[in-house]
């Protein structure tokens, strides 16, 4: 599985009201990628994904006790959540792939069985929409809100204001800049973990002692 390994030799049909884009590949390929997406979101472990975030800012991989201060805290939304998934293993998706999950109830025995936490706790499932990919207020809009309320260079140094983000197509100039394959490709492999390279399945307990502490943040307010 990965990206060469999608078939792309028969995009489907234009959508209904949608112009034929004939050999307008750019667009063909797009419209493929925007099929295959649906509505699909996927669930990550907040810990898991708090910890790879970690590492994706700092490039670092040691197994310390948490500290919010250092760490960054538990919410911090400055990375592209396809960015901080891929750079764990290259761009291939398959450590990724061990703590996304296309239902609540995977991410939750994830919780369980791969980081020992109890979930009876909690109220409700806020939380885990949180550190969803594509849902409302979920880790992509936070990530390109944050992106703009804070004035990050996109190239011309131009402010959006935050409450007005979306207006500027920023979700799919987001995902038609190359990161809808990516989610496509990271889909694949959860639907599929045989194809996952069995290595890939070390990640969630390599961090064991700061496990403990991430979880505390994350979950103090539910």
């Known amino acids: 599985f990965g ?7 028969a995009p489907p049909p234009p959508e209904p009201g949608e112009r034929d884009l004939g050999d307008d590949f750019s667009n063909v390929l797009d419209r493929y990628f925007r099929s295959q997406m649906g509505s ?7 810990v898991c994904y708090v910890e790879a975030e970690r590492r994706c800012r700092d490039d670092g991989g ?15 939304f400055s990375v592209d959540p396809m960015t901080v998934l891929g750079e764990l293993d290259g ?5 990724a792939a061990t703590f996304c999950f296309d239902r609540l109830a ?3 025995r994830h919780l369980r069985e791969a980081h020992g936490q109890d979930l009876s706790n ?4 806020d939380l885990f929409h949180l550190y969803c990919i594509r849902k409302t207020d979920g880790l992509l809009q936070r990530y390109l809100r944050h992106r703009h309320a804070n004035r990050v260079e996109t190239g011309d140094d131009r402010r959006v204001d935050a409450s007005e983000y979306r207006s500027t197509g920023a979700l799919q ?3 038609r800049g190359g990161a809808n394959s990516d989610f496509v490709c990271l889909l694949q492999l959860v639907r599929h973990p045989a194809a996952v390279v069995p290595d890939a399945f ?21």
Do not use: M, Q
Not at 3 to 9: C, N, Q, W
Not at 122 to 125: F, H, V, Y
């Open 91 to 95: 761009g291939k998706y398959h450590v």
């Open 202 to 222: 070390e990640y969630p307990r390599s961090f064991g002692r700061r496990a403990e502490g991430i979880w505390r943040g994350v979950s103090a307010p539910y």
């Open 3 to 9: 990206k060469g390994a999608l078939d792309l030799t």
């Open 40 to 46: 699909t979101d996927l669930y990550t472990c907040p």
């Open 173 to 175: 100039s987001y995902w």
């Open 62 to 76: 040691d197994d310390g006790e948490y500290n919010p201060d250092r760490d960054g805290g538990a919410f911090n």
């Open 106 to 108: 995977g991410v939750k």
């Open 122 to 125: 909690l109220n409700g499932n």
